[in-house]
């Protein structure tokens, strides 16, 4: 997702341009082009470019529970800044000492591209594990019979011997400072 911001680089500090965006991004390394709507805002800082951006994209996943096809809506809040890498009016080298490794850059043409901010929201945007819905019963543990749909006799009461003896211990009381 890439936008042009040579003019706006050439404005002074807090001008800004805000867009509708409905465009095609790549989710995740290799992955095909996924739409994304939303909006984003870009800000003129001292320093460069500061995006605000909320989009919104659907991901065709697995129900974590009942391992059913499903969508997912994803949300994502981008905040960051870009840094130029050259002087807009001069072309020259720009240095930020100050900078670090995982600060976004407009690169030499003044193309800031927000795809790898994308990537990296969405990274932590999308469920861990998704599910089709709240309610959702998932597969019988025993015969793997969907419970949404059918019911089982299965004894499905968990007794996992890991937890028996923590389970005589009762929490310490809190800590008092007078
Ligand atoms: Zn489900
Ligand atoms: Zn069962």
Redesign the pocket.
Known sequence: MYFNVSQLLKEMGGAFRTYDVNDFASLVDGAPMTPISGVVKMMRTDAGIWVSAQLTTYVDCE?S??V?DMEQFVRMEIEEEYLPEVDVNTGARLNFPDAMAENFYIDQTHMLDMSEAIRQYFGFSMPFKP???DE?K?LCLTCGADL?DTSCSCDNVIRDPRWGPLLAFALPNEPHYN
Do not use: H, T, W
């Open positions: 129900c529970r009942c059913a599910v089709c819905s959702c998932g949404n």
